[in-house]
T-cell receptor, first 113, second 111 residues
Framework: DAGVTQSPTHLIKTRGQQVTLRCSPKSGHDTVSWYQQALGQGPQFIFQYYEEEERQRGNFPDRFSGHQFPNYSSELNVNALLLGDSALYLC????????????FGPGTRLTVT | GQQLNQSPQSMFIQEGEDVSMNCTSSSIFNTWLWYKQDPGEGPVLLIALYKAGELTSNGRLTAQFGITRKDSFLNISASIPSDVGIYFCAGLNTNAGKSTFGDGTTLTVKP
């Protein structure tokens, strides 16, 4: 039973560029949440997708957008990258029945130079 | 916005000792969660608590959901070297769908 997978593992981008991160949820899970984790801090909620729609959104600008596909996988897109976007981006999946029990992927380490 | 205060920020203990850490919030949550994160990996769910006053164990770990619904604590008994890592609490209101995380307690266990 595969857990949550994310790609790529690491990414280096230049300020102003755009990036797309990908996530495949744990088998049987239909809800995907994205978090940003800066060094030395806890994960910060970006948004959550369920049934291919954004269900909840945290305090992040519109430069952060996402998508969920019919197979429940998800993408996180960030436009006009800033140096402050450098962080570990975590994807978490859960079942609609137990939305609190989130299983996290290993994350994508994004560095913006 | 909602904030979680997690304490202590770091702990240095001897192998075999018990550990206690806690999390307080200015807001009420209907679910409390405890995670452990190892370097280079995502957080791993340790314990989920769904009712005020609930006390739940997972092996050597025990967590409680505070009766005010604004706090939770995690105890680790008889610590071992593999307990090393960062422990995060998270509060969730299931109707809102998003988890709010604390900034973590870094645990170091000396053999």
């Amino acid at each position: 039973d595969a857990g949550v997978t994310q790609s790529p593992t690491h990414l280096i981008k230049t300020r102003g560029q755009q990036v797309t991160l990908r996530c495949s949820p744990k088998s049987g899970h239909d809800t995907v949440s994205w978090y940003q984790q800066a060094l030395g801090q806890g994960p910060q909620f970006i948004f959550q997708y369920y049934e291919e729609e954004e269900r909840q959104r945290g305090n992040f600008p519109d430069r952060f957008s996402g998508h969920q596909f019919p197979n429940y996988s998800s993408e996180l897109n960030v436009n006009a990258l800033l140096l402050g976007d450098s962080a570990l981006y975590l994807c978490a999946s859960s079942s609609g029945l137990k939305v609190g029990e989130q299983y996290f992927g290993p994350g994508t380490r994004l560095t913006v130079t | 916005g909602q904030q979680l205060n997690q304490s202590p920020q770091s702990m240095f203990i001897q192998e075999g000792e018990d550990v206690s850490m806690n999390c307080t919030s200015s807001s009420i949550f209907n679910t409390w969660l405890w995670y452990k994160q190892d370097p280079g990996e995502g957080p791993v769910l340790l314990i989920a608590l769904y009712k005020a006053g609930e006390l739940t164990s997972n092996g050597r770990l025990t967590a409680q959901f505070g009766i005010t619904r604004k706090d939770s604590f995690l105890n680790i008994s008889a610590s071992i070297p593999s307990d090393v890592g960062i422990y995060f609490c998270a509060g969730l209101n299931t109707n809102a769908g998003k988890s709010t995380f604390g900034d973590g307690t870094t645990l170091t266990v000396k053999p």
